[in-house]
């Protein structure tokens, strides 16, 4: 059974530095795209950032391009996502993703990934 769990959410000050963590079981994705959306209260759900499997090449969305770093550890089937300088409106659920099939973080960016996580909760106060 294949499974994306997420975990390193909670409710952080603004300005604060979180790192969420994304254990892969079931299969392995070292050879495909693996990433994070987020989804805002009352919004849908907007990519973050994505890493391809065989290269480690990295795409990340405006809103937080040098402030989230997204990183993976093939070894322990693992991806993770450090926020530093949490702002109020990073407030979100925050989804694991990842292809099965497909390196490129273009499958990740649109939300066709193959395999998701349940979310967890990042929530910053001003």
């Known amino acids: 059974q294949v499974q994306l769990v997420e975990s390193g959410g909670g409710l952080v000050q603004a300005g604060d530095t979180l790192r969420l963590s994304c254990k892969a079981s079931g299969r392995t994705y070292r050879n495909s795209a693996m990433g994070w959306l987020r989804q805002p209260p009352g919004t849908g759900r907007q990519f973050v950032a994505g890493i391809s499997g065989t290269d480690s090449t990295t795409d990340y969305a405006d809103s937080v391009k040098g402030r989230f770093t997204i990183s993976r550890d093939n070894a322990k089937n693992t991806t993770y996502l450090q926020i530093n300088s949490l702002k109020p409106e990073d407030t979100a659920v925050y989804y694991c993703?990842?292809?099965?099939?497909?390196?490129?973080?273009?499958?990740?960016?649109?939300?066709?990934?193959?395999?998701w996580g349940q979310g967890t909760q990042v929530t910053g106060s001003s």
């Open positions: 993703a990842a292809s099965r099939y497909y390196n490129s973080v273009t499958y990740v960016r649109s939300g066709d990934a193959n395999d």
